[in-house]
């Protein structure tokens, strides 16, 4: 098969990464992948995993009909039969595409909490999660497939050698976030790890690692200021934003963190925290295990000012027995091995791609489907821009608005 993979950005995050590492193991396994994409800090990465970066045509507006152009062209002059986007705007530039040739079949993946509902009803749908699968099956005409973010367990593994670029406080327990600092579903957990740590560091050697930039990292590189000028020393460490942040998981005694971001902790068999939003803390267990495996790695509590409390609650088993981290770092390293493989996530993700090229969609389904989306779309366009006329648009916005 000859694929062209979209990310919807090159910034660094879980999406994006999930795009390209998955290209690279279809790649693997014999098909002709290219990545599409703006230029940006995991275009190193596509280049290190071997594919091929081609330049994404810029439009006035995203997602744009010069895009669509664009990735037309492709198909015609490359032979592209499988145009591939992640989240929405790359989704409907390769269905507008895909609809101007019989050439191509469009794909998407939408890795955020929920999906877009002007997406055609008919196009193939790959989620993260049981319960968003769940959620939309009954609302869509075509296939809406699992596949949960994958992880690379030979890059990111336990033993690795991976000495930190930052001073680190090597008799502190190091409790570690890896994490776009985004104002939604982000910050409220990441200021209330700062606030608990600030608190534990009073009776116990303790340190906070906080790797990632975004929005909000001004206003949590000040939290973490203020909270190192009341105790004297480097209690929180807010590094800013690494290509390679597998370091920072390497020196975690703990971890915090959600979606791929979590996955990748278990990868490197560390004990994990899983971060939500409205006070949402939980350490994974056998007991809790179920729960992550339906609703995905992420979680609504009963209220911010919720958060600190549960956050302690949720370290302390870990942060007191080194025998109860050994034991969470095991659990955690068999689940990403045996259930979020990189390797067999390929598989289910070649598998749909040939169902796609296989159920190609009719003329008077697609028109109708194109009619609708393009409706939804341009009533979700205005009803963003009054929102933001009247400062109430998020700017994650369906990780905004989780199922």
Same mark, same amino acid.
């Given at each position: 098969?000859?694929?062209?993979?979209?990310?919807?950005?090159?910034?660094?995050?879980?999406?994006?990464?999930?795009?390209?590492?998955?290209?690279?193991?279809?790649?693997?396994?014999?098909?002709?992948?290219?990545?599409? $994409?703006?230029?940006?800090?995991?275009?190193?990465?596509?280049?290190?995993?071997?594919?091929?970066?081609?330049?994404?045509?810029?439009?006035?507006?995203?997602?744009? *009909?010069?895009? $669509?152009?664009?990735?037309?062209?492709?198909?015609?002059?490359?032979?592209?039969?499988?145009?591939?986007?992640?989240?929405?705007?790359?989704?409907?530039?390769?269905? #507008? #595409?895909?609809?101007?040739?019989?050439? #191509? *079949?469009?794909?998407?993946t939408v890795m955020s909490m929920s999906v877009a509902p002007f997406l055609p009803s008919g196009l193939p749908l790959v989620v993260g999660t049981t319960r968003i699968r769940d959620h939309v099956a009954p609302r869509r005409r075509g296939e809406v497939a699992l596949l949960e973010p994958p992880v690379d367990t030979r890059l990111n593994a336990p033993g690795l050698d991976l000495p930190p670029p930052v001073e680190l406080d090597r008799d502190a327990l190091t409790v570690t976030v890896v994490s776009r600092l985004a104002q939604e579903m982000k910050l409220e957990g990441i200021l209330s790890a700062i606030r608990t740590v600030d608190r534990l560091a009073d009776v116990r050697r303790i340190q906070l690692l906080i790797v990632g930039d975004g929005p909000a990292g001004d206003q949590v590189r000040a939290a973490a200021g203020e909270v190192n000028r009341r105790h004297d020393r480097d209690v929180v460490l807010a590094v800013g934003e690494w290509p390679d942040p597998r370091w920072a998981y390497a020196a975690a005694d703990v971890c915090l963190g959600m979606g791929g971001s979590a996955l990748r902790a278990l990868a490197f068999g560390k004990p994990l925290v899983v971060q939500g939003e409205r006070g949402f803390f939980e350490l994974l267990t056998e007991t809790s295990l179920p729960t992550f495996l339906e609703q995905g790695w992420y979680g609504v509590g009963p209220g911010p000012e919720h958060g600190e409390g549960r956050l302690e609650s949720a370290l302390a088993p870990a942060l007191d027995s080194p025998a109860v981290r050994g034991e969470l770092g095991e659990l955690g390293r068999r689940l990403a091995v045996q259930r979020f493989g990189l390797d067999t996530a390929a598989g289910v993700q070649e598998r749909i791609y040939a169902d796609a090229l296989a159920g190609r969609d009719s003329l008077a389904s697609t028109v109708g489907d194109a009619l609708r989306s393009g409706v939804g779309l341009l009533d979700y366009k205005v009803r963003r821009r009054l929102d933001r006329a009247r400062g109430l648009a998020a700017r994650d916005d369906f990780n905004a608005r989780p199922v």
């Open positions: 098969m000859r694929i062209l993979v979209s990310p919807h950005s090159m910034e660094i995050g879980g999406s994006q990464t999930n795009a390209i590492e998955l290209a690279a193991a279809c790649r693997d396994r014999g098909h002709e992948v290219v990545v599409y $994409a703006d230029p940006g800090p995991l275009s190193d990465r596509v280049h290190e995993l071997g594919l091929e970066l081609l330049p994404r045509r810029r439009a006035r507006i995203r997602p744009g *009909v010069e895009t $669509a152009l664009d990735l037309r062209r492709l198909v015609v002059e490359r032979g592209f039969e499988l145009l591939h986007g992640y989240e929405w705007p790359p989704i409907l530039e390769g269905y #507008a #595409a895909a609809r101007l040739t019989p050439r #191509a *079949v469009a794909v998407g």
